[in-house]
């Protein structure tokens, strides 16, 4: 009986390991030159972390099942929930700004389609303890670097940006109380994957006959794209007291978040857009995804505020901004651009080895050498040399190292340099030193 993986799930070959593997290590890399330190949470949760915390759409995506205790529990399908838990549970020893990230596989059962599976890696980054537009401008400014350190510019991705808060202040003015201003952004979040008539009986549900006339003023306030014009149709809006006051608070906020986002060199990637409003329960303040700029179009991260989590979950109150980035559709948007890492899984020595007197010399050498950290192969069984050296040739190592039966009666190994065909005899006692020298 033959047996494949699930819908949704991958097997990773080396060569796509390898890939994968270098994606991780450009994710990695850019977080710790932003002083990011890495974490990790369970894969499998108590089920009502997410009934609580994530809202409808990611509960209804869940591969969730009651454990041999009795306990109901899920696969993760985010970590956010999981990480606003461990920092609530040590908030009081933490040093603020935490400020962490993680690499890890998520799950969720939706349909398998191009760019969304239901297992996936994702590139989790977060700070915890500072209310200020400053932490969101360093995640943007961090989620774009990363974008850039795969080779992508301007002309491939945007990170569209948009304001919970300024929706809440927009849904007061229209007389909206927090239950129903939430149920209506629940719409305005869907409206670009519905046509205009839908979007109108949904609304129509929530607002009756006002639906109308208030989803013209929806695609206005969607449509602005200009801070200036962002901030002249808020001062616009019917607001007294202090509603109005936190209008021009929210407007400042803006001003210094775009400021902070233009000294850190991201914001040409910027996009003013209302129409990101991310479907989680969790969110609060700004929000942001990064698109593809041109093809498709697709979400390759998505994030924001969420300064009530914590508390939620037990512990202090804490503002928090983050965001994710799968590796799904970065790697279909980096290959469809030819910018897929090229991970190299050659060796960098190789050793031909002949005759058994040969070996145990071969193999002490290939132990120093791979305790100092080089890559080092040889043959597992005997062969001829012509064999030997028609396998170095393919491996794609760099130096091919010698043992026969002179080498061996003059304590020496010959070095052959497989890139510049030349060839050098060395005392086996200078052998370890001088490698490094010679795979330069």
């Not at 890495?38 to 995506?61: M, R, T």
């Not at 992508?152 to 239950?179: C, H, N, Q, T």
Request: charged share 25%; glycine share 10%.
């Amino acid at each position: 009986m033959q047996f494949e993986t699930l819908p949704g799930f991958r097997e990773f070959y080396p060569d796509a390991c390898a890939q994968r593997n270098a994606i991780f290590d450009t994710w990695r890399s850019v977080a710790r030159a932003f002083n990011f330190l890495e974490y990790d949470a369970p894969v499998l949760e108590p089920l009502e972390l997410y009934i609580e915390k994530s809202g409808e759409e990611i509960v209804g995506q869940l591969f969730n099942f009651e454990d041999r205790g009795g306990r109901a529990v899920a696969l993760r399908p985010e970590l956010t929930p999981s990480l606003a838990r461990l920092v609530g549970a040590k908030a009081n020893s933490l040093k603020r700004p935490v400020k962490w990230f993680n690499i890890g596989e998520q799950y969720r059962y939706e349909r398998p389609q191009k760019g969304r599976l239901r297992a996936f890696y994702q590139f989790n980054v977060d700070i915890f303890g500072e209310p200020g537009p400053a932490a969101d401008a360093e995640l943007i400014a961090l989620l774009a670097q990363s974008l850039k350190s795969f080779g992508l510019g301007e002309v491939d991705f945007k990170i569209r940006l948009s304001d919970r808060d300024l929706w809440l202040l927009m849904l007061a003015a229209e007389g909206l109380d927090e239950a129903g201003s939430m149920a209506v952004l629940g719409v305005i979040d869907k409206m670009e994957r519905m046509d205009r008539e839908k979007v109108l009986e949904k609304l129509a549900a929530l607002m009756g006959d006002a639906a109308e006339s208030f989803l013209g003023r929806v695609e206005e306030a969607v449509s602005i794209r200009e801070f200036d014009a962002l901030r002249s149709y808020i001062l616009a809006l019917p607001l007294e007291g202090d509603l109005a006051e936190q209008a021009q608070v929210r407007l400042a906020d803006w001003g210094v978040l775009l400021a902070a986002l233009e000294s850190a060199g991201a914001r040409e990637f910027i996009q003013i857009d209302l129409g990101i409003v991310r479907g989680l329960a969790y969110y609060t303040g700004f929000v942001f995804e990064a698109f593809e700029a041109s093809g498709e179009g697709r979400a390759l991260a998505g994030g924001g505020r969420y300064d009530a989590l914590v508390k939620k979950l037990g512990g202090p109150e804490m503002p928090a901004v983050g965001f994710a980035m799968g590796d799904v559709t970065l790697a279909d948007l980096l290959e469809s651009k030819g910018l897929l890492p090229k991970a190299s899984q050659s060796p960098q020595i190789v050793m031909v080895i002949g005759g058994a007197e040969a070996r145990p010399v071969a193999m002490r050498d290939a132990a120093s050498l791979r305790s100092r950290g080089y890559v080092v192969d040889y043959p597992l069984k005997e062969q001829g040399f012509g064999k030997q050296f028609k396998s170095a040739n393919q491996s794609g190592a760099r130096l091919a190292l010698i043992y026969g039966s002179d080498e061996i009666s003059k304590d020496v190994v010959k070095v052959r340099d497989l890139k510049a065909e030349s060839e050098q005899e060395l005392p086996r006692a200078e052998l370890i030193e001088r490698v490094a020298e010679l795979l330069v």
